[in-house]
């Protein structure tokens, strides 16, 4: 019991320090944007090109930048929705957050030179380093909590071929293949795939492998749509500790 308290204290400090994390790093983004000094500007015209050359892409790049890290945060959300955290999950999620700090200088790395391949790829390369490791750490926590799930391997295979129709169909075995942690994973997938489309892209066209960032939030939106209704597990036979873990993930994806 002891033990028990323990851990939840040291889980609750972990998600109050990655939550201070999260908040500063949203902050420090739009100080990125330089102001111009009066002696940068000594003319209209001067403005004028200011605003099209470099104000308009920072605010575009900034708006992408503060919608993926909180794309990350409402991961982290999630990630302290789980009952069993080890130590090791903690010691990754540290590490993402040494990750995601890195977001504001690579955005205002962004601003600036924006037009640059490289530049383009350093960004992308991050953003894909970080949904990787959000990837890594929810495989271990869906084997850290549904453990037993994994011990029988004929109940396992005979479910996978079970037909699948909606969300309040499936036996318990399949919450784990289907249902709440499906929508997870698709979550998750989404940054991945824009990531890898702007690294194509940054070859191509600069301008197009930011934009296609965009896509996170259009994947986001329409997976939380699509999958509402199937996340439904109402009438199901759960166990107590099963009903709170996957109210709390639902919760988590879609508010109270």
Avoid: Q
């Avoid at 605010?59 to 999630?78: H, M």
């Avoid at 130590?87 to 504001?104: D, F, K, S």
């Amino acid at each position: 019991m002891a033990k028990s308290r323990f851990l939840n204290s040291s889980n609750d400090r972990h998600a109050a320090v990655t939550d201070g994390v999260f908040a500063i790093a949203m902050t420090i983004l739009v100080l990125e944007i330089a102001v111009p000094t009066i002696y940068d500007i000594s003319s209209g015209v001067a403005l004028n090109e200011y605003f099209i050359n470099y104000l308009l892409p920072s605010v575009l790049i900034y708006f992408i930048s503060f919608y993926l890290v909180y794309n990350f945060w409402e991961n982290t959300v999630i990630l302290f929705s789980f009952s069993k955290i080890s130590y090791g999950i903690l010691t990754l999620n540290m590490l993402t957050m040494a990750a995601v700090c890195l977001i504001p200088f690579a955005t205002g790395f962004f601003f600036k030179f924006y037009t640059y391949t490289n530049v383009n790829l350093f960004f992308s390369l991050l953003i894909l380093a970080i949904s990787l490791l959000y990837i890594l750490m929810f495989l271990l926590l869906i084997k850290n909590n549904f453990k037993r799930y994994f011990d029988s391997k004929e109940e396992l295979k005979t479910a996978m071929h079970d037909s699948y129709t909606d969300g309040a169909e499936l036996p318990n075995l399949k919450l784990y293949l289907r249902g709440i942690t499906l929508t997870l994973f698709y979550l998750l997938l989404a940054p991945v795939i824009s990531s890898l489309l702007s690294l194509l892209l940054a070859f191509v066209s600069p301008i197009a492998s930011v934009l296609s960032f965009l896509l996170t939030l259009i994947l986001v939106f329409l997976i939380r749509t699509r999958r509402f209704a199937k996340d439904n597990f109402d009438g199901i036979d759960l166990t107590d500790d099963e009903k709170e873990f996957l109210g709390n993930i639902r919760n988590s994806i879609y508010g109270e």
